[in-house]
Each structure stands twice: as C-alpha cells, then as structure tokens.
C-alpha cells in the first residue's frame, strides 16, 4: 500500500464551487505539505502543518485554506474555486530532516 | 531569500549516453540539497540527497555532489537508459534560516527523454 494517498486523483469543477482535496498518510510522520505544479514553475507550497496544532501559510495560500484532522491526514479546501487554480496538487510528509515523501497528486480542472 | 535554478529542458540523449543535469541555488543558510524524479504520471519520487559540502549523494547509478564554492548540485550519470525519462527537480530545504522546516524549494524541472 501507498505510504502517502490522496483523493480524488482527478476532479474538474465550476467557478465558485468549493473543493476539498485529501491526503492521508501512514507514514507515522508529524509533519505535512500542500503543494500545487504548474508547467513550467516547479512546486510551490501552498500550507504545511508541523502537528495537528499547527498550521502555516506557504509561499502561495491565498485562495486556499488546510484542515488537520489528525497525525495522519491534512485535507486543503479551495473556498471558491478559479480557473487559475487548475493545477497538479500533492501532497507530502517528511522527516526531521526535511526529506520529503509525496503522494500520488490530484489533477483539479475548475472550468 | 532561497532558490534553485536548474537547466532549461527538454533534453534529448540516445541510450547508454552520458548525462548532466546543472543544478545552481542560493540560499540564506546552510541547506540540504536534493534530487527528486517524477515519472509520468506519479508523484516525486526522492532520488538522492545531501545535507553537507563535499557530499555525494547516489541511487540507481546516479550521483551529485554537494559543492559549497560554485553553489552546485549537478546530477549525472554515466550510461542512461530508456526508463529514466522522466522529470526531474532539484530541491533545497534550509531549516537553519527562520527557525522552521518550511518545505522544499523546487526548481523548475527538466525533462529527460532517452531515445533508443
């Protein structure tokens, strides 16, 4: 089984339509990542959470917001969704040393 | 603020070719160097790593060094083969600049295609 999952792997939705993506890990990991890929720009963070009592704001979390639930799952919503905001999205866990484990991505189209 | 800057792809190489990925960053502190593929499809898978100057880091016959006087972390290896097209990034992570492991900070990509 995956160490790092996430659903759907794929969903298209309308403008305006709020959409939560969900990541759940097994690997026993505190801390845990959002990030969205573009073509052409790489990863950029969205959110990490160091525990379930902290959450922090990455490079790019406008537009978005995290929930997390527990050790093993951190959830990123889009409140209202834009055609910008098509995109790959993964999500990762990692050490202490920040090497970092990803999931298998979740390509959202908003229309 | 940190950076990595990585060569423009794609690049194309016959099989059993030798290949160099360039791989430059800047960053505030003392980082950790990493290099991830993405094979179509699927997620980043971590390659290789290394959290020192002067480190080599190696997997699946690919090797990079850590080197603090040029800010370099070229990938290479000496013979590639059809199966490692894909996409590959090169990462830092500084977590002794502002106190936190505040995630990777990505190039761009290359994109490796191996022709038979």
């Known amino acids: 089984d995956a160490d790092v999952t996430q659903t759907p792997r794929n969903r298209i939705t309308k403008t305006g339509k709020r959409i939560m993506l969900e990541c759940s890990q097994t690997k026993g990991h505190d801390r845990m990542y959002w990030y969205r890929q573009d073509p052409g720009l790489g990863l950029r963070l969205i959110y990490y959470s160091f525990d379930v009592k902290d959450i922090n704001k990455g490079e790019i979390s406008d537009g978005y917001s995290v929930s997390r639930q527990a050790q093993a799952k951190f959830s990123l919503s889009l409140e209202s969704a834009i055609p910008n905001q098509t995109a790959l999205y993964f999500c990762?866990?990692?050490?202490?040393?920040?090497?970092?484990?990803f999931g298998p991505g979740t390509r959202l189209t908003v229309l | 603020g940190n950076s990595v800057t990585q060569m423009e792809g794609p690049v194309t190489l016959s099989e059993e070719a030798f290949l160099t990925i360039n791989c430059t960053y800047t960053?505030?502190?003392?980082?950790?160097l990493f290099w991830y593929v993405q094979y179509p499809g699927e997620g980043l898978q971590l390659l290789l790593k290394?959290?020192?100057?002067?480190d080599k880091g190696s997997n699946k016959g690919f090797e990079a060094t850590y080197r603090k006087e040029t800010t370099s972390f070229h990938l290479e290896k000496g013979s590639v083969q059809v199966s490692d097209s894909a996409v590959y990034f090169c990462?830092?992570?500084?977590?002794?600049?502002?106190?936190?492991?505040?995630?990777?900070?990505f190039g761009k990509g290359t994109h490796l295609i191996i022709q038979p």
């Open positions: 960053a505030t502190g003392y980082p950790s």
């Open positions: 990462a830092l992570s500084d977590l002794y600049s502002g106190g936190g492991a505040d995630g990777l900070t």
């Open positions: 290394a959290t020192k100057a002067d």
């Open positions: 990762a866990t990692s050490t202490q040393r920040n090497e970092q484990f």
